[in-house]
Nanobody, 121 residues
Framework: QVKVVESGGGLVQAGGSLRLTCVAS????????MAWFRRTPGKDLELVVT???????IYYADSLEGRFTAIRYTAETMGLQMNKLKPEDTAVYYC???????????????WGQGTQVTVSS
């Protein structure tokens, strides 16, 4: 079974930073993309970043304005460094694993339960 677990969420003041971590166990090494999505109550799920296995295969949502950095440490593990956080970044952040890089949530087969990020002003 594939298990996806996010960690690192919490409460932070605007302008601060957080680092999220995702571990997706049970997938073959080097075979799958990973991604971060986020959801704010009342809004649709939106892509944050999708990361392939190869270095440089990273796509960020334009709305992030260069404030977030994703790192694919291994086939199973990736981080999301979030800097200059804004109140509008408040959301549940979900990690997902899929067969290929995509901006579309349908491409991802396995999802974590999410980790809450709250940015106060």
């Amino acid at each position: 079974q594939v298990k996806v677990v996010e960690s690192g969420g919490g409460l932070v003041q605007a302008g601060g930073s957080l680092r999220l971590t995702c571990v997706a166990s049970g997938r073959p090494f080097g075979s799958y993309a990973m991604a971060w999505f986020r959801r704010t109550p009342g809004k649709d799920l939106e892509l944050v970043v999708t990361v392939g296995w190869s270095d440089g295969d990273i796509y960020y949502a334009d709305s992030l304005e260069g404030r977030f950095t994703a790192i694919r440490y291994t086939a199973e593990t990736m981080g999301l460094q979030m800097n200059k956080l804004k109140p509008e970044d408040t959301a549940v952040y979900y990690c997902a694993s899929g067969r290929y890089m995509s901006i579309h949530r349908e491409a991802y087969d396995d999802w974590g339960q999410g980790t809450q990020v709250t940015v106060s002003s």
